[in-house]
C-alpha cells in the first residue's frame, strides 16, 4: 500500500488529520515560556503585554496570516480542487469538534496564571491551529509553507504568537 493510500487521500478514500500531528499539539507545553527572554527563529519577543495585547488584535498580523492561508488554499484549488472541495470543510468540521475541546482546555488553563485567558487570545490561537491542522492534513498535495511551520514551532517552543512585524515576504512573528 502506497504512503498515500495508507493516509487514505487516494480516491474514494476518507482524508483525516494526522494523528502524529495531534499527539505534538496534545503533548505541548503552551504557553510555559512566555515573557521568558529566549530567543525563537524567525520571530522577535515582545516585551511587554500592553504590546502583546495590540499587536495580537493589528490587521497587520491578520491580514499577514489571511494572506498566507489564501495562498496555501489557492494552490490547493488550483492543484487538487477534488480533494479540496471534498475534504476541507469536513476535516474543520471533525477538528472544531474533536479536537478543539481538549486544546482550549490546555490553552485555558495555560493563559489564565498568565492574565492572558481573554476570548479574542483563544480565538486567535484556535484560528492558527486550525491552520496549522488543515495545511498539514494536505501535506501529500502540497508541502506546508514554511509560514505555518514557523507558526508551529513558535508554539512547540512555549511561546505566544501575537503578531507581524515587516512586509509578508520577509517579516517576522511576534511573539511573548
Known amino acids: 500500500m502506497t504512503k498515500k493510500a495508507a493516509r487514505g487521500v487516494t480516491r474514494g478514500q476518507p482524508m483525516e488529520l494526522d494523528e502524529k500531528l495531534m499527539d ?6 503552551w504557553f510555559s515560556n512566555c515573557g521568558k527572554a529566549a530567543a525563537v527563529e524567525n520571530a522577535e519577543a515582545v516585551a511587554s503585554l500592553s504590546k502583546l495585547k495590540r499587536s495580537i488584535r493589528s490587521i497587520r498580523y491578520e491580514n499577514a496570516v489571511l494572506d498566507r492561508q ?5 494552490a490547493l484549488c488550483a492543484s487538487h480542487r477534488e480533494e479540496y472541495n471534498k475534504w476541507w470543510n469536513v476535516l474543520a468540521g471533525r477538528f472544531k469538534a474533536e479536537r ?3 486544546l482550549l482546555e490546555m490553552w485555558e488553563s495555560a493563559l489564565a496564571p498568565l492574565g492572558l485567558n481573554e476570548k479574542y487570545i483563544i480565538n486567535d490561537i484556535s484560528f492558527n491551529v486550525l491552520n496549522i491542522a488543515m495545511i498539514d492534513a494536505y501535506k501529500e ?3 506546508t509553507p514554511d509560514f505555518f511551520k514557523t507558526m508551529l514551532a513558535v508554539y512547540r517552543s512555549g511561546r505566544l504568537i501575537c503578531g507581524w512585524t515587516g512586509n509578508i515576504e ?4 511576534l511573539v511573548y
Open 100 to 102: 478543539l475541546p481538549k
Open 24 to 29: 505534538a499539539l496534545y503533548s505541548i507545553d
Open 141 to 143: 498535495q502540497l508541502p
Open 70 to 74: 489564501g495562498d496555501f488554499t489557492a
Open 170 to 173: 520577509k517579516g517576522k512573528f
